[in-house]
């Protein structure tokens, strides 16, 4: 509700997280200069605001949904109050295609959120993420996992989905995440399509799927994270349907994706979308041959493909640095096989240089993941003097599991037969939680940062 009105009137629409802290809002109305904030009746959200407003001077006005607290405005009670009657703003006042809509503070996955802004054509773009990809259907219930704070929502939750023509489900839980509750709304409500990000998935491969009547579940598709080939089997087999993976970023709708009319390959982004002219280049921007890893690039020619980007904000350094020569540069890694399918390999930060080899984290995770002590897991490099970088595994253990020395050459082994025996991890360190962004995406860089500084100190550690 808030965010239609936002673009009927023109004012620029900043969807935010439940999860923010005080930190979190004051290094965002600073950047953004915020005039609002509208929140829910959340008291620790409310009192992170009332925190933070003494050192964001551009923040005047908060309202509040459902409740009356002093020092905000009641908001409920102001809709009820006000007229029905809406007149849209015309001539300069009015929006425009070029205008400023959205404004999205990246998850911080490699270092500080980026703003990232949408234009008014942002939502035309989801025609190809909700029809061509999710599938949904017309007079359809489509239920997409994602907080609202994060661009993963209007993917799935506003736009493409009214456009296509079909229902939102919303589910909204506190605290401990259930995936019977979501597999037995699902069954009630007779939702017909479905989108979650690979962990969801991880979740409902754990249950007993056969328990609940999913017949009218058509179409399952999973972005933001690769899907372990493990976990899309036992999906697969379970609910009788295919896993179609896309990709995509803040800054896109989806860009390469499994469309109805592919066959998907299990493990594979899929293919470039339409309107989106994708390549993989080396580091001289010479296309990659078939099975090279490169940088995956958006060809633009002066033309912003729909759904795209205008820039980053406040930071045309950084906008020039990834998007030049008619090229965006996404930042992150893949290797194209002789079918014309993506395949995933990393983001750039994340690449490992050992002795000569380039080693992407997501193909030693995937061997690290198969073995039954291994509940995640998260792949880094570790600098070393004789091969420059050394694989480092840091591993949250499966239930029932217990760290040991013989454990580590086990789970070393496990890889060297899997993958390529050099990329096996010379370092593995047991923890009982990952690093992850507010976002729920892990954050590879904390962990180098960690060992950088000297505060890694593994108790087992193999060579």
Not at 181 to 196: A, E, I, N, P, R
Not at 364 to 390: F, K, N, W, Y
């Amino acid at each position: 509700m808030c965010m239609i009105a936002l673009h009927k009137i023109g004012a620029v629409a900043i969807p935010a997280t439940h999860l923010l802290t005080s930190k979190d809002i004051i290094y965002r109305t600073d950047k953004a200069d915020i005039k609002m904030i509208i929140a829910c009746e959340d008291e620790r959200v409310l009192d992170a605001v009332d925190e933070a407003q003494s050192q964001s001077p551009t923040l005047k006005h908060k309202a509040v949904i459902r409740m009356n607290r002093p020092g905000w405005h009641a908001m409920t009670d102001g809709i009820a109050k006000a007229s029905p009657k809406f007149e849209r703003p015309v001539g300069e006042a009015a929006t425009h295609n070029d205008d400023m809509m959205l404004l999205y503070f990246t998850s911080g996955t490699t270092g500080m959120p980026k703003m990232v802004w949408h234009d008014y054509t942002y939502p035309l773009g989801h025609i190809i993420t909700a029809k061509y990809w999710q599938n949904v259907l017309d007079d359809g219930l489509h239920i997409t996992l994602s907080d609202t704070g994060w661009a993963k929502c209007a993917w799935g939750k506003i736009y493409g989905q009214w456009i296509a023509g079909t229902a939102n489900f919303v589910y909204d839980y506190e605290g401990r995440f259930e995936p019977g509750d979501v597999l037995k709304m699902m069954q009630d409500h007779k939702v017909t399509s479905f989108c979650g990000p690979a962990t969801v998935y991880r979740f409902i491969a754990q249950q007993n799927i056969a328990d609940y009547d999913l017949s009218s579940l058509k179409y399952c598709v999973t972005a933001g994270e690769p899907l372990y080939p493990e976990v899309y089997q036992g999906l697969v087999n379970a609910l009788g349907l295919k896993i179609m993976e896309g990709f995509g970023q803040t800054e896109s709708v989806v860009m390469i994706a499994n469309f109805p009319w592919m066959t998907p390959k299990p493990g594979s982004m899929g293919k470039p979308s339409p309107g989106y002219d994708v390549d993989i280049v080396n580091e001289n921007g010479e296309s990659c041959e078939v099975g090279e890893d490169g940088e995956i690039v958006v060809r633009t020619n002066g033309a912003k493909p729909p759904g795209m980007f205008r820039g980053y904000f406040r930071d045309d350094d950084l906008t020039n640095r990834v998007w030049h020569d008619g090229i965006y540069h996404t930042g992150d890694v893949a290797w194209r096989d002789e079918d014309g399918y993506y395949w995933y390999v990393g983001r750039n930060d994340d690449m490992i240089k050992s002795s000569g080899y380039r080693i992407g984290p997501f193909e030693v995770e995937s061997a690290l993941i198969e073995h039954a002590a291994v509940m995640e897991c998260a792949i880094t490099g570790v600098p070393d003097d004789l091969r420059g970088q050394i694989i480092k595994a840091t591993v949250v253990l499966s239930p029932g599991y217990q760290a040991s020395e013989e454990l580590v050459t086990e789970l070393q082994n496990h890889v060297k037969k899997v993958t390529a025996p050099y990329k096996y991890p010379r370092i593995i360190e047991f923890v009982d939680v990952l690093p992850r962004t507010i976002s729920g995406k892990v954050r590879r860089v904390d962990i180098r940062d960690k060992d950088k500084h000297g505060d890694y100190k593994p108790d087992l550690k193999a060579d």
